[in-house]
């Protein structure tokens, strides 16, 4: 899932627009464009770039996130059209690291003497070998956001520290889920099963693909059952809204209070915020993810080989993943860095959010970044993991057992492998 992709319909479309001007010299400034997807709360920074850089403006093309990455392939197959700096979620990186003759290695220019700012396993993401396809921008550390008010009517405890004691592990959060239903059954306890099952595979080191030879490996693979089974068991209850991140049923579930948790990396929670708007300022809370750790979404930003302004598109890259500019994502935006001596910040540490009820979101989302491990995505990955998502679904609407839905989707993910 993507990261930071809060957006409106009126903001993506005038940026668009803006976008179909291709990056031209004004007078003596050089124009470089940014693409992303959705908004990664760039404005302000690209603000002060541009005054720190007199020579230099920077207009950032912001389309939603399947209309960037199928662009992206577009542009890179044409050799036109790709902004000069690209983000590139993290669940691509694998396929477009196979194409990096594509894109201008970032080593050239000196990125490799960056290395040290990032966690290990996120600067292995974006290299291959000795080529540095992309600098890593945030990460998606997970929590627990749940409903205070919801657990209270379910007879279930309030205090974030006691809910972490009540679901440590995911075993524990479907026994919590049977008896918040129990008490509630108006109210669902999970958004979706979907989300479940991600958070799930994001604690497991393999997920569809052997990290030794990129064999697919899901149908044998004890993590990949395991999460489905759990996650389709609570859809089969009829525990989950189900409804899915970044669809406006989502939304409305949110502003309704339909569900009573979420397992939410640290960038949705600008999208709560917006989705529950005032009205629930303070119902949610914050709390330590089951399992304790897990990473979804995060980018990179690369730089196309195609463009014309490489070495200035390059420092504009390195400008905004550093970590002075992190830090004000952060506190600005709730966009949590991937580099320890961000997260790790006494300041970044000490945020409280006061929508969540003043949770200590700087401590919970570093703690879990803190316990990350690597996270193995194979080169089709983005193939095949719809695949799932879709069977949960079908569980979700009753249309299939959770057997039945696990081995069409097993049997549709291998079909598309051939």
Not at 233 to 255: H, M, P, R, S, Y
């Amino acid at each position: 899932m993507p990261t930071t992709v809060r957006r409106t319909a009126a903001a993506v479309a005038a940026l668009t627009l803006l976008a179909a001007c291709s990056p031209a010299e004004s007078g003596d400034r050089t124009k470089l464009t940014i693409a992303t997807f959705g908004e990664f709360g760039y404005a302000p920074l690209i603000a002060e770039y541009e005054k720190l850089h007199p020579d230099v403006t920077v207009q950032n093309r912001v389309t939603d996130f399947d209309t960037h990455h199928k662009g992206l392939a577009t542009q890179l197959a044409t050799g036109r059209g790709a902004a000069d700096v690209v983000a590139i979620e993290e669940q691509y990186i694998p396929q477009y690291r196979k194409a990096k003759d594509k894109f201008t290695d970032l080593a050239s220019f000196g990125a490799r003497d960056l290395e040290k700012q990032w966690a290990p396993w996120k600067w292995a993401q974006g290299t291959d070998g000795d080529f540095v396809l992309g600098l890593g921008t945030d990460m998606g550390s997970l929590a627990l956001c749940y409903r205070r008010d919801l657990f209270q009517a379910a007879g279930l405890p309030t205090d974030r520290d006691e809910v972490a004691k009540l679901i440590p592990d995911w075993p524990a959060y479907a026994a919590a889920a049977d008896r918040f239903t129990q008490k509630t059954p108006g109210v669902k306890f999970a958004d979706s099963a979907g989300t479940v099952y991600t958070a799930m595979l994001n604690q497991s080191p393999e997920n569809y693909f052997s990290q030794r030879d990129d064999s697919f490996i899901a149908d044998t693979n004890p993590s990949v059952r395991a999460a489905f089974e759990l996650s389709g068991g609570i859809a089969a209850k009829g525990q989950t809204a189900a409804a899915t991140t970044f669809t406006q049923a989502w939304n409305v579930a949110i502003k309704q209070g339909s569900f009573a948790t979420v397992a939410c990396p640290a960038w949705m929670l600008s999208q709560i915020k917006e989705a529950g708007g005032a009205a629930n300022k303070g119902k949610w809370d914050v709390t330590t993810v089951p399992g304790r750790s897990g990473n979804q979404g995060g980018s990179f930003l690369t730089v196309p080989k195609q463009g014309t302004h490489q070495k200035e598109a390059y420092e504009l890259a390195r400008w905004l993943t550093a970590p002075e500019q992190q830090k004000k994502l952060f506190l600005a935006e709730g966009i949590l860095p991937s580099e320890p001596s961000v997260y790790e910040d006494p300041q970044v540490i000490a945020h409280t959010d006061p929508y969540f009820g003043d949770a200590p979101t700087g401590r919970i989302f570093a703690a879990s970044a803190d316990q990350l491990r690597p996270n193995y995505r194979g080169l089709h990955d983005a193939d095949v993991r719809p695949e799932f998502g879709r069977a949960l679904g079908r569980i979700e609407d009753k249309t299939q057992t959770v057997d039945q839905a696990w081995a069409q989707a097993v049997q549709q993910a291998r079909a598309l492998l051939k």
